[in-house]
């Protein structure tokens, strides 16, 4: 079964690369018969099993790995999101769609891997970033009748940059189709800290572009802060960067909230209301501009998007009910629109602690569990409007509806049984009977229900954290990454770059366009660039100019680790590991590294070879890589042993001669045992002999005697 397994498995791999890089395209009915070929459901836990990784998933990344084609990774990630998709509208083969999709992201987690492995330094970390960030077109390399049949319906969405059409990264292939176990892996993650941290740069491709500036597109290259100009505006982009910024415009957004509801007044519209409504119009084009820089699916994956989406909509009504009482000078209209702004308390406050604390896992648990709830509140609303309607038809209009939702309300929630003693006005035994009802089910069982799917979803995220917290790490890098031209004006700047610079647009070229926004970009953000660029050069950068053997000292956020530090009782033990050691010290060390060095040498024998850093460095280097397997897991180790107990063999024929003189005594000893067992052995069968004679002779003489007679 698993050999039918991996070859009709390979063959689909096989299918469906030359779908996607080479110059043919396989039908929809072909893919779809060879899918419909491999109908066993495995689990991740089976999928990683020793049998099976030696049977199925090695022989695939083998195969795969060969051919040295970084588009593969993004083939399988594809492949793993359509299959998810398959998984959704066909529910009899949902097992077998969930285990192909699995598959996918296994064997492409391998795949990266090997390439991490293999390729290490600048250059394999260059080679690893062309395979998650470098777009792909799904019909690249396909003939132009293929592309003219499937050409996207959503003409306006597609934005032309460098003269190709919007390219989609592997990385973000991986965040749509939820691969956390892809996402997790230290190859991945190595790319994700340097996207994060700007040591790697690129131009990425976008949905939609509010002000598009793609004069120059940056490759993926490594980042060198000596090479690059003082003021260099694309420093805005990078994640890290971008993540203070906003964390900053933020603060500045609450404290004008704040000062706004501190001193409303629905009949003036003071100073400080206006700076707040044209400080959070520009927050809103900024989180307007990111929902189209990547989509809405990968907008929603963030944590706060929700805080976000539904703070926006609050300002929106906000400012339309406030526009339109200012205009009818009316005080109630005005007092309306106070009174929406307030609701937007409580999204707006908890989105700071989302900011500082994102890889708690409180708030990475909030977000699934907050889609569960709603979920199964919207059910339950859905199914128990049929107990409220009941209740009103039977009352007549006796009580109202809102009266009947508030005790239903109350009785969901365990707060107050008032409705049930009620239930008779409506009838004297339909009522109590549907109140009643409604009380078990509501009060009783979907209640139990809710709490055992949060339960379970919390359960679920807490066994696997470390994957949620790097897949929303490498979430929150991905939505980082901006190209728009729009993100590099601070609020509420970018309206005014929006209202000038996008009619300019249209009127110059796009050289010209590129010099007008560069300068613009700069002047407006000069003393931000500064402290950005003194950052990266003094902090951020500076163990590029230290020597390769030296320990950076590791700080604290925002540099406020020196100052706890003075205040724990502790904190002169992490003072020791911070502090780098003297010269005197190293030569301590150096010498006491020496003489340990000569011990083992001395130990082991004047003809063995001596094990220093450098001959171990080269033999490793030297050594060809052995892949490590689940099946055995330590890899060359057999060999390791044969030359220990070889290396120790020799020694003890060169070193130990009273061994040899202890062989020899003990073989002559021997030789005289076995002489002297030799001679008992034969007196043994000589007696027995003589036993075996002695009752022949004495029935010969009887047989005598009684002739005789």
Known sequence: MCELFIKLFHCLLILLYACYVSQTVLSVNGLAKLIKRLDDPYSLEQLKDPRMNASVIRPLVDQYYKLQDVSVVYCLSVNRLQFLKEQANAPHHQSVNITRAILCELVAHRILRRFSEDNPGAAGLLLLANILVAGFDPFQGAPEGVIKENDPALHWAMQKTGGYLRKLPTLEIAIISESKTFLSSSACQRVVNAIYEGRIIYTPSSFIDILPDHYKSKPISLYDPRKAPLLNQYRLIVPRTRNFLEIGQFIVLLVLYILVMTGRDPQTFSIVELVFCIYTAGWVLDQFASILEHGWSVYTQNLWSFLDVTFALIYGIYFVIRMHGIRVHSVEVGQQAMDVLAIGAPFLIPRLAFNLMSENMLFVSLRSMMADFALLTALAVWCFAGFLLSMMWLGDGLHKPVTISKWMLWIWFGLDGTGIPRSVDFHWLLGPILMVTFAFLGNTLFLTILVSMLSNTFAGIVSNASAEIQYRRAVLTLEGV???????????????????????????????????????????????????????????????????FQRRRVRGMFGLGDISRGFSLHGDIQAVFDSAPTATTQDEINDTDDLEQEQVDEASGPDRPMLTRTNTAMSTMSRPKSRKDSMAPFGGLKEQLRDLLHDAAESDSDNSTDTGTRLDSLEESIKRIEGLVGRLVQNLIVEEDDRKLTPLEDSDQNLREEAHQ
């Not at 700069?522 to 390769?548: H, K, Q, T």
């Open 482 to 548: 901006k190209s728009d031209a729009i993100f590099a004006y601070q609020p509420p700047f970018n309206i005014a770059a929006l209202v000038f610079l996008l009619p300019l647009q249209f009127l110059v070229s796009p050289r010209w366009f590129h010099k007008v926004n560069v300068a613009a970009v700069r002047f407006l953000n000069a003393p931000l660039l500064l402290i950005i660029g003194y950052v990266e050069r003094r902090a951020l950068w500076a163990g590029s100019r230290r020597n390769a």
